[in-house]
């Protein structure tokens, strides 16, 4: 049996597209860097395999005008000093949460995140990375395919 298309699958369950759609609109609403919050889709899209998150997502990045060297080392963020303590801080989360259960977010992270972001933007970032993970979550069940620019 074949996979269920996306457009089925909204038109099925609309209750989903809209449900999450709510979360990244209350998210886009907060004081939160959109860069950032695309950072955090990405790497979990990344951690998760996800290439049709990817794809929209490394897009939307580079519209924002994130810069394209810090998107290519996204993954090893660790490695290179081109992201904020903030960002640090956000994309330290983003992997712990989306590594559950097997990793667990210490008081040395939250205390980490504290001095960073206030307790409304530690909400928001959590809330994007629920979201962002439960679209992985959609995607990699019925392998949505982005569609090839330009070819």
Same mark, same amino acid.
């Given at each position: 049996?074949?996979?269920?298309?996306? #457009?089925?699958?909204? =038109?099925?369950?609309?209750?989903?597209?809209?449900? !999450?759609?709510?979360?990244?609109?209350? &998210?886009?609403?907060?004081?939160?860097?959109?860069?950032?919050? +695309?950072? /955090?889709?990405? =790497?979990?899209?990344?951690?998760?395999? +996800?290439?049709?998150?990817?794809?929209?997502? $490394?897009?939307? #990045?580079?519209? !924002?005008?994130?810069?394209?060297? =810090? /998107?290519?080392?996204?993954?090893?963020? =660790?490695?290179?000093?081109?992201?904020?303590?903030?960002?640090?801080?956000? !994309?330290?989360?983003?992997?712990?949460?989306?590594? /559950?259960?097997?990793?667990?977010?210490?008081? @040395?992270? $939250?205390?980490?995140?504290?001095?960073?972001?206030? @307790?409304? @933007?530690?909400? #928001?970032?959590?809330?994007?990375?629920?979201?962002?993970?439960?679209?992985?979550?959609?995607?990699?069940? $019925?392998?949505?395919?982005?569609?090839?620019?330009? &070819?």
């Amino acid at each position: 049996m074949s996979r269920i298309n996306q #457009a089925k699958v909204y =038109r099925l369950f609309p209750a989903l597209p809209q449900g !999450l759609g709510l979360i990244a609109d209350a &998210v886009d609403n907060t004081s939160l860097d959109k860069r950032l919050i +695309c950072l /955090l889709e990405i =790497r979990a899209s990344q951690i998760n395999g +996800c290439g049709f998150c990817l794809d929209m997502h $490394f897009k939307h #990045a580079r519209e !924002l005008g994130e810069d394209q060297q =810090r /998107l290519d080392v996204i993954a090893a963020w =660790r490695e290179v000093p081109w992201f904020s303590e903030q960002e640090a801080a956000a !994309l330290n989360l983003c992997e712990l949460l989306t590594k /559950l259960p097997s990793q667990r977010v210490s008081q @040395e992270d $939250f205390d980490r995140l504290n001095q960073h972001f206030s @307790e409304a @933007e530690m909400i #928001a970032l959590v809330s994007t990375i629920v979201k962002i993970n439960s679209w992985n979550r959609v995607v990699a069940t $019925f392998h949505f395919i982005p569609q090839r620019d330009n &070819v």
